[in-house]
């Protein structure tokens, strides 16, 4: 029906890069289907694209309300909470994201992102970059990451083995 057609344009338009467009065409669709966590989703991405904090957070906000184990909305809050130098509350979200669902595979690699570069935990960093390249297949860049963070993680092992 027109509730396919409406989102695909949407989703469309916020792909070419026009945010203004999908930003009104989300909200339109919202108008007659309220019920759809995805969309606030979207129109979270498109706020925090322009900056636009505040209202980032009150779309997710209103996509956990209508489902509080939506990992899209998590892990999106746990962008948000990230970029404003919340690393624990990020942490939190991220993990619950994987909880409610193991095989949501963009809040494993940001658990990767945020304990190796925020959080200082190279295990947890190579454990989270591991499981996100089990559920994606080969991705170049992480396999990189993860044989550098392998080698650092033996390497702070002898060092503490040496300390003893």
Same mark, same amino acid.
């Given at each position: /029906?027109?509730? %396919?057609?409406?989102?695909?344009?949407?989703? =469309?338009?916020?792909?070419? %890069?026009?945010?203004?467009?999908? @930003?009104? *065409?989300?909200?339109?669709?919202?108008?007659?289907?309220?019920?759809? #966590? %995805?969309?606030?989703?979207?129109?979270?991405?498109?706020?925090?694209?322009?900056?636009?904090?505040? =209202?980032? @957070?009150?779309?997710?906000?209103? =996509?956990?309300?209508?489902?509080?184990?939506? #990992? #899209?909305?998590?892990?999106?809050?746990?962008?948000?909470?990230? *970029?404003? /130098?919340?690393?624990? @509350?990020?942490? =939190?979200?991220?993990?619950?994201? $994987?909880? +409610?669902? #193991?095989?949501?595979?963009?809040?494993?690699?940001?658990?990767?992102?945020?304990?190796?570069?925020?959080?200082?935990?190279?295990?947890? +960093?190579?454990?989270?970059?591991?499981?996100?390249?089990?559920? $994606? %297949?080969?991705?170049?860049?992480? !396999?990189?990451?993860?044989?550098?963070?392998?080698?650092?993680?033996? !390497?702070?092992?002898?060092?503490?083995? !040496?300390?003893?």
């Amino acid at each position: /029906g027109s509730s %396919g057609t409406m989102f695909e344009q949407a989703v =469309a338009a916020m792909a070419a %890069g026009d945010l203004v467009d999908a @930003e009104l *065409r989300f909200k339109e669709f919202l108008l007659q289907y309220s019920g759809y #966590p %995805g969309v606030y989703v979207n129109l979270a991405i498109i706020h925090s694209n322009n900056g636009n904090d505040t =209202a980032a @957070e009150e779309a997710i906000n209103a =996509a956990l309300a209508l489902d509080a184990d939506y #990992p #899209p909305a998590l892990n999106q809050q746990g962008m948000l909470l990230r *970029r404003n /130098g919340k690393f624990i @509350e990020a942490e =939190a979200a991220y993990l619950k994201a $994987v909880t +409610a669902s #193991p095989d949501y595979a963009l809040a494993h690699y940001n658990l990767g992102v945020l304990n190796e570069l925020y959080l200082q935990r190279l295990d947890a +960093a190579l454990r989270h970059f591991e499981h996100y390249q089990e559920l $994606v %297949g080969e991705d170049k860049q992480v !396999a990189r990451w993860i044989s550098d963070l392998s080698r650092r993680v033996m !390497a702070n092992q002898r060092s503490a083995n !040496a300390v003893e």
